[in-house]
């Protein structure tokens, strides 16, 4: 069954497949919204579905966030020529790529780019928190999750290079805390809290900007 919903002046398409599992999942890809669920009741679903996405606000984000090309929550031109020159030009938030092979060669400039960011501010966080580790760092294309830890080392996902700056703070600072506390308990949201104290907007303000970067085709051609 397929369907569109409008929110906040965007367009979504609406994948619904019945399956048999007890649980209802529900996926972003691109401008489409793929439900699978066993229940027949679909229109309570999608009642749910479009007032959680109509309090996430999206309106509150900006245009370009869904359709122009991503550094750090920053628009840029991106442009690609096919040429048998290996380089990337970066000017005045202009990308253009001068390579046949350009995917995989800008992916990991991006991951560098995230690297450096990433590096130097967890030695900051983890100053604050009183631990020794400096964490090695790998970059991943993950679309499930935003960072994990794993033996004293960081895997981020490649999403968060699209992301402003002051997010992916909040993502290092999450994972930081997680060298002290394992869990999301007590003590986890007591350590957070004194860190950033407006985590909970940073919380959904990520939500927004996750939901923005799948949507937008740009940068969907390059991660999918």
Do not use: Q
């Not at 380089?87 to 690297?115: D, Q, S, T």
């Not at 009183?130 to 964490?135: C, Q, R, S, T, W």
């Not at 994972?175 to 986890?188: A, L, N, Q, R």
Request: glycine share 2%; proline share 3%.
């Amino acid at each position: 069954m397929r369907r569109v919903i409008k929110i906040n002046n965007l367009e979504f398409k609406l994948k619904i497949e019945y399956s048999r599992s007890k649980y209802t999942y529900v996926k972003l890809y691109g401008d489409t919204i793929i439900i699978k669920t066993p229940s027949n009741n679909v229109d309570d679903l999608l009642s749910v579905l479009i007032k959680r996405l109509e309090k996430l606000r999206l309106d509150l984000l900006p245009k370009y966030a869904f359709n122009e090309f991503l550094i750090f929550g920053f628009p840029y031109k991106l442009y690609i020529k096919d040429m048998k020159r290996k380089y990337l030009i970066f000017h005045k938030r202009r990308l253009i790529i001068l390579n046949p092979n350009y995917k995989r060669e800008f992916i990991k400039y991006l991951a560098n780019l995230l690297i450096k960011y990433s590096s130097k501010k967890i030695e900051k966080f983890l100053k604050l928190l009183n631990i020794n580790i400096i964490p090695e760092i790998e970059i991943k294309i993950m679309k499930s999750k935003y960072a994990y830890l794993k033996e004293n080392k960081l895997y981020m996902s490649l999403i968060n290079v699209f992301f402003p700056k002051h997010l992916i703070d909040y993502i290092l600072i999450h994972e930081c805390i997680h060298f002290k506390v394992k869990d999301h308990g007590f003590k986890f949201k007591k350590l957070l809290s004194m860190i950033h104290p407006y985590h909970k907007e940073a919380e959904e303000e990520l939500k927004r900007w996750t939901i923005a970067i799948f949507y937008n085709k740009k940068i969907n051609e390059l991660i999918k």
